[in-house]
């Protein structure tokens, strides 16, 4: 059974820097694709970013330039490393696998099979 255990949330000032993880277990945990998602209170869930399993990387344009996603296979780990914060980005950020059940890597909802419970992220100005 697939697991996904995020953490490395928490606070930080606008301009600051946080590393989120997420270790994941169980057959095929990290799939082909990744991603990181996030929703924050009253607002829809909104994709992140998404990796492939040889590391290519896909963005929305709100994080390009201050986000970058990662992944280490051995260690079962997938990262996302948030420079350059703002108090737009404070939301839950979660991350999701599709599970070895490959349905592209673009940044759908829809793709992910498996999900974490998430880790919130908190920006003052």
């Known amino acids: 059974q697939v697991q996904l255990v995020e953490s490395g949330g928490g606070s930080a000032q606008a301009g600051g820097s946080l590393r989120l993880s997420c270790k994941h277990s169980?057959?095929?945990?990290?799939?082909?694709?990744m991603a990181w998602f996030r929703q924050a209170p009253g607002k829809e869930r909104e994709g992140v970013a998404t990796i492939e399993f040889d590391g290519s990387p896909h963005y929305v344009d709100y994080v390009k330039g201050r986000f970058t996603i990662s992944r280490d296979n051995d260690k079962n780990t997938l990262y996302l490393q948030m420079n350059s914060l703002k108090p737009e980005d404070t939301a839950m950020y979660y991350c999701a696998s599709d599970g070895g059940n490959w349905r592209g890597c673009d940044i759908r909802a829809s793709i992910f099979g498996y999900w974490g419970q998430g880790t919130q992220v908190t920006v003052s100005s």
């Open positions: 169980g057959d095929y945990s990290g799939g082909f694709c």
